[in-house]
């Protein structure tokens, strides 16, 4: 049962000093700025700062009795202290508690320092306990006056900033605590029955009692942190399920059916030039858009897909269905690549059709030369162009649409909250565009039940027919000469190589081969007639666009390139990707990478090409990215242990930019929590709507917006 009344804190914890002024003008002292950077302003901030470890200064222990690696606190008379300068300038002090003597060993300290550690001081010091050669040593102990009452709480200890002491936001946090109104937000008949209430837990988890279990407190299992964690699910899960409910309210265009006969729409005519029929699951989401496009409410649909399953083609058909009911679309890609890469696609099968109706396809990209974008900027403000296709450029304030009904963003985590605002807002009067957005990382279930809850998922989980499966092999760096052979096999049966490299310039802090060498030694091993060409993110469009054509065309045979390529190109020849340095690489960007190859009817391999360390081993995570490539091929079980290794911050992205991420509950352990935060925050923003905003506005404050876009 939780205690009935929290445990006091540490004595020196005490009432809140008057801090400094900032500069003149400034409104915020350094402290308050300071805090500002940890997003402490708010009273109930500072109540939710929960401390990252804690020390135990609530006991004193015998020198005699520590070991070897054990964090202590001794007490004790000082019997030497000196300065020496060799090796280094240092201060040396020893102290003896009377069971057995330690050395304090300070290599930075301060006058004041040396004085509080004379001969016959009697302090208290805490500190790492560790064997030397001239017995035990503790270096930088932190230092005490002796006599002082012990606390009956652990001390917290918080992340901070520079400039920004821990005893000083001990204070503050203290003090914000006290501050913060903490009533309950979950009722009673619906909550947790049987919990810590939200006072005494916060409190707690603030001051634990030392006869607590710190395993308990470090891996977030002891009930007060369960407590915080169902809280901050709820928060999540009410905000996400609010962002629907408004967007429930909003209005976007409705596209009915076209007028015209079935099998003269775009639509069925687009299906009718494909090169290939459509998958089981192509068909079924294709269905899932269509129903979207036909209501009043805007869609907001997430569309994933492993690498190769289609999405460009479901793009497409719903681009069709657009243009079929009189509206423009708009897909926009990250990077020009990609984009130049959905633009010749899309063109080739749509420009043919459009003609017909007196419309074409734009092209916008930063790249443009002011002619050329002023025109496509004209067809665009016109209606002619009815698809446009870019990068950030068309969101530019200068773009203007006639008639915009559905915007399509591809890999979506790359693109923030204001981008995507941006293209939304790009909609004419009132109304909201449809919003479908693409990813080829599969979105893990947990992620989907959290941070994806306000959008409706759309997964193709069929790949088409004729992608042949990729082989995955681990290969030590000093083995390179066995990876050159291989490239010269698949060159002599006509085929094509990519060769990844992670730099593209040498980095004295990092020591990585870089593309432009990488590109030279493999033009002199493999020798004459074999291309091999370079690609990087600091070429010019030109350049980099007569690059990917030859590569197209075959006429270079082996492409070394940055991460530039790691979406959107699609050259089925290339049957062997090696990329180097693969344990720097992370997991959803190798299997990206991966994805390059295998798209035509030959057989695929991924080399990845690792450099052990001094070790003669990779790191843990490496290790553990390299062992999933080499295990699946399955981006969905790819993307679930990605979200292991990384957690859910990294693995957003830029998605939720600016969105509240979860700062206590753990997605890979809290799925019952989570379940039950779903089915509460349904039932709490039906019968108590109240409560459920005062819950959101307590632990996401102005926050909650973001997760609006």
């Known amino acids: 049962m939780p205690p009935k009344k929290?445990?006091?804190?540490?004595?020196?914890?005490?009432?809140?000093?008057?801090?400094?002024?900032g500069p003149p003008g400034s409104g915020l002292s350094q402290v308050q700025r300071a805090l500002r950077k940890l997003g402490l302003v708010r009273d109930i901030d500072f109540a939710l700062y929960l401390p990252m470890r804690y020390e135990d200064e609530t006991r004193i222990v015998r020198l005699a009795d520590t070991r070897d690696g054990d964090m202590a606190q001794v007490e004790g008379v000082i019997t030497e202290c000196e300065v020496v300068y060799r090796p280094r300038r240092q201060l040396l002090a020893t102290i003896d508690d009377g069971s057995d003597t330690c050395q304090l060993r300070f290599f930075n300290f301060y006058p004041s320092q040396q004085k509080q550690l004379a001969v016959g001081a009697r302090v208290r010091v805490r500190g790492e306990v560790r064997g030397g050669f001239v017995g035990r040593q503790m270096m930088h102990p932190s230092v005490k006056a002796a006599g002082t009452a012990l606390p009956n709480a652990l001390t917290p200890v918080y992340s901070t900033v520079a400039g920004l002491a821990q005893p000083v936001l001990r204070r503050e946090v203290r003090s914000g605590l006290a501050r913060a109104v903490l009533d309950e937000t979950i009722p009673v008949q619906i909550g947790l029955r049987g919990a810590w209430d939200l006072?005494?837990?916060?409190?707690?988890?603030?001051?634990?009692?030392?006869?607590?279990?710190?395993?308990?407190?470090?891996?977030?299992?002891?009930?007060?942190?369960?407590?915080?964690?169902?809280?901050?699910?709820?928060?999540q899960q009410l905000s996400q399920l609010q962002a629907r409910l408004e967007r429930a309210a909003q209005r976007a265009p409705v596209l009915p059916a076209p007028a015209e006969p079935v099998a003269t729409s775009l639509h069925a005519q687009l299906l009718a030039v494909l090169p290939f029929g459509l998958t089981g699951a192509q068909q079924r989401v294709g269905e899932e858009i269509t129903a979207d496009l036909h209501r009043q409410i805007p869609m907001h649909r997430l569309l994933q897909g492993d690498v190769g399953s289609g999405k460009t083609v479901v793009a497409a058909l719903a681009a069709a269905r657009c243009i079929d009911a009189g509206f423009q679309c708009a897909l926009m890609a990250p990077t020009e690549i990609l984009a130049a890469q959905h633009f010749g696609k899309l063109v080739g099968w749509l420009d043919p059709l459009l003609a017909a109706r007196g419309l074409r396809v734009a092209w916008l990209t930063g790249s443009q030369k002011k002619k050329e974008r002023d025109e496509m900027s004209a067809a665009v403000e016109s209606g002619q162009a009815a698809l446009v296709i870019g990068t950030h450029a068309v969101i530019s304030e200068k773009v203007r649409f006639k008639n915009l009904a559905l915007a399509i963003i591809d890999e979506q985590h790359r693109f923030g909250v204001a981008q995507r605002l941006a293209l939304r807002g790009k909609a004419v009067g009132h109304l909201e565009p449809h919003l479908l957005m693409m990813s080829a990382t599969p979105i893990p279930r947990t992620l989907a039940m959290s941070y994806y809850a306000d959008l409706d998922v759309s997964t193709l989980d069929e790949l088409p027919p004729g992608r042949t499966p990729i082989v995955t092999k681990l290969v030590a760096d000093h083995r390179r000469d066995?990876?050159?052979?291989?490239?010269?096999?698949?060159?002599?049966?006509?085929?094509?190589?990519?060769?990844?490299?992670?730099l593209i310039e040498e980095s004295e802090a990092v020591d990585l081969r870089n593309a432009t060498e990488t590109r030279d030694e493999l033009a002199d091993t493999l020798g004459?007639?074999?291309?091999?060409?370079?690609?990087?993110?600091?070429?010019?469009?030109a350049e980099k666009q007569a690059v990917m054509a030859a590569f197209t065309a075959n006429e270079i045979q082996v492409l070394v390139s940055t991460t530039v390529i790691e979406v959107g190109v699609d050259v089925p020849n290339a049957s062997l990707m090696v990329i180097e340095h693969a344990e720097r690489f992370g997991l959803s960007q190798l299997h990206q990478l991966r994805g390059r190859v295998g798209r035509g009817a030959a057989a695929s391999a991924c080399v990845l090409l690792y450099a052990p360390g001094d070790s003669g081993r990779v790191g843990e995570a490496a290790r553990a990215r390299l062992k999933a490539m080499a295990e699946t091929g399955d981006g969905f079980e790819i993307a679930r242990r990605d979200l292991e290794i990384r957690g859910p911050g990294e693995f957003l992205g830029a998605r939720q930019s600016g969105a509240p991420l979860l700062r206590f509950a753990d997605l890979t352990t809290d799925t019952l929590l989570l379940d039950w935060a779903r089915e509460l925050a349904p039932v709490m923003l039906r019968k108590h709507p109240d409560l459920a905003q005062r819950h959101i506005d307590r632990w996401l404050g102005t926050k909650a917006e973001y997760l609006k876009a």
Do not use: N
């Open 6 to 21: 929290a445990p006091s804190p540490a004595a020196s914890a005490s009432a809140a000093a008057p801090v400094p002024a």
């Open 199 to 235: 006072r005494s837990a916060l409190s707690f988890l603030h001051y634990p009692t030392p006869d607590v279990s710190i395993a308990a407190l470090e891996d977030h299992s002891h009930p007060a942190w369960q407590r915080i964690k169902a809280e901050e699910l709820l928060a």
């Open 482 to 502: 066995e990876v050159i052979d291989r490239i010269h096999a698949q060159i002599a049966q006509g085929r094509q190589v990519y060769w990844v490299c992670p």
């Open 528 to 541: 004459e007639p074999i291309q091999v060409g370079l690609l990087h993110s600091r070429m010019p469009t």
